[in-house]
C-alpha cells in the first residue's frame, strides 16, 4: 500500500463525508480532521493488505484496524500533505503528536519503529459496539484499591494534551503512573469528592470526577497563570493545592480537579448522570464545609468546551504560556442547574443520541 494510491481506494467524496461528523467534534479543526481521516484509511488500508494480498477493493466505510499498524513520518507526510511544500517528515510528526494529544490515535515507539492505533469514536458510529449499548451504568463511590487504575487512563487519555506540554510527563501513560498514586492519596484526604461512573457488569469505572475542598490559603492560585496550578498531570512532586480539613469554617473554594468520561461511553445519558451526582456529591460536600460558595475548575478536553459554556462557567485568568485557563462558578448556580435539560439540549461534538 503506498500514500499515492490512498485516493484511488478511499474516494474524495467518502472522506468528506467523515470529515463532517468528525467536525462536530470540539476543539477539532477542518485540517485535522481531514488529515485524520486519510491518516485512518491509509491505516486500514495498509493492515487490510497485509493480510487480504493486493487486491485491496476501496474502502466504503471505516472502522479502526485492529490493533497497532507501523507508520513512518515520511508515509504520514505523503498521507497528509501529498505534494504540498509544507509537508515535511517533522510537521507529520507534530501533527501526529496533536491528534495523540485530541483522543483521536495511541502511538507507540520501540526505539525504530513507530506504530498508530485509531482510537474508538463515538460519533464516526463506530463505537460503542452492540453489547456495549446494553451495558447499564451507575454512579459510585471512587474505591482506592480497584478504581485508581483503570481511573488514572481516563485522565491521563482526558488530559493528553496538556500531559503532552509538559517537559517531562511526555507519554499520557507513563502520566498514568503519578495519578494512580495522588488519586489514592486523596482518597485518604477525602474521599468523599470522589466518585466514578461504573459499569454493572464488570464494575470497571469509565467515568470520574474529583471534587477537592481547598484551604483559604490557596485560593489566591485560582488568580495567577494556569501553570502555577498543574500538579496531576506535570512532574511536580508537591501539591501547590492544600487541602482543606474537614469542618475548616474558612473553606470557601471547591476545585473539580479531574471530570472525564470515557468516549466511548460519552452520551447523554451519562452526562447526566454524571452531571447530576456532581451536584448531588457537592452538597454532600458542603455538610462538611458550611461556608462553601465557590467552584473552580479548568476544562482542558475540547470536548467539554460547550457543557463549560452552557453550565456558566466563567473564565478568570489566562496563562501566556499555555491556551487553559481558570474558571469559576459559583456552587448555588451550578445546584440550581437542570441538569437532565443541559444534557439533553447538549451538541457537543456529534455525541450519538441516547441508544
Not at 476543539?27 to 486519510?38: H, I, K, N, P, S
Not at 499498524?69 to 507534530?94: I, K, L, P, W
Not at 448531588?280 to 460558595?293: A, G, I, Q, S, W
Request: include cysteine.
Amino acid at each position: 500500500m503506498k500514500p499515492e494510491s490512498l485516493d484511488q481506494l478511499f474516494p474524495a467524496e467518502q472522506q468528506v463525508s467523515y470529515v463532517s461528523l468528525l467536525m462536530k467534534r470540539g476543539g477539532l479543526t477542518r485540517r485535522r480532521a481531514e488529515y485524520f481521516v486519510r491518516l485512518w484509511g491509509y491505516l486500514l488500508l495498509k493492515q487490510k493488505q497485509e493480510s487480504e494480498g493486493r487486491n485491496l477493493k476501496p474502502l466504503t466505510q471505516l472502522y479502526p484496524p485492529e490493533g497497532l499498524v507501523a507508520c513512518t513520518h515520511r508515509e504520514a507526510a505523503e498521507v497528509f500533505y501529498g505534494n504540498q511544500e509544507r509537508g515535511s517528515d517533522r510537521a507529520a510528526g507534530m501533527m501526529i503528536d496533536r491528534l495523540v494529544a485530541l483522543g483521536l490515535l495511541e502511538k507507540r515507539f520501540d526505539g525504530q519503529t513507530l506504530c498508530l492505533q485509531i482510537m474508538q469514536l463515538p460519533e464516526l458510529l463506530v463505537s460503542p459496539s452492540q453489547i456495549k449499548r446494553t451495558i447499564s451504568l451507575e454512579m459510585d463511590d471512587f474505591n482506592p484499591r480497584t478504581d485508581a487504575i483503570p481511573a488514572a487512563n481516563l485522565i491521563a487519555r482526558a488530559y493528553a494534551e496538556l500531559i503532552q506540554s509538559n517537559r517531562s510527563l511526555k507519554d499520557p501513560l507513563m502520566a498514568s503512573h503519578k495519578i494512580v498514586k495522588v488519586l489514592r492519596g486523596w482518597s485518604q484526604q477525602y474521599g468523599k469528592g470522589i466518585r466514578v461512573l461504573r459499569r454493572t457488569d464488570n464494575h470497571n469505572p469509565v467515568g470520574i470526577f474529583v471534587i477537592y475542598p481547598v484551604a483559604s490559603e490557596s485560593e489566591s492560585i485560582f488568580y495567577q497563570p494556569f501553570s502555577k496550578g498543574v500538579y496531576l498531570t506535570s512532574d511536580t512532586e508537591v501539591d501547590p493545592f492544600k487541602a482543606a480539613v474537614v469542618g475548616d469554617e474558612h473553606c470557601a473554594a471547591a476545585y473539580i480537579r479531574a471530570w472525564t468520561i470515557d468516549m466511548s461511553f460519552l452520551n447523554r445519558e451519562s452526562l447526566h448522570l454524571c452531571l447530576e451526582d456532581t451536584q448531588k456529591t457537592l452538597l454532600r460536600v458542603r455538610e462538611d464545609f458550611p461556608n462553601l460558595c465557590d467552584l473552580y475548575s479548568a476544562f482542558v478536553h475540547p470536548m467539554y468546551e460547550e457543557l463549560k459554556l452552557v453550565l456558566g462557567f466563567q473564565e478568570i485568568s489566562s496563562d501566556k504560556q499555555r491556551a487553559y485557563s481558570w474558571v469559576y462558578l459559583a456552587v448555588d448556580r451550578f445546584l440550581e442547574k437542570d441538569m437532565q435539560q443541559i444534557a439533553k439540549n447538549l451538541k457537543f461534538g456529534g455525541a450519538p443520541k441516547n441508544p
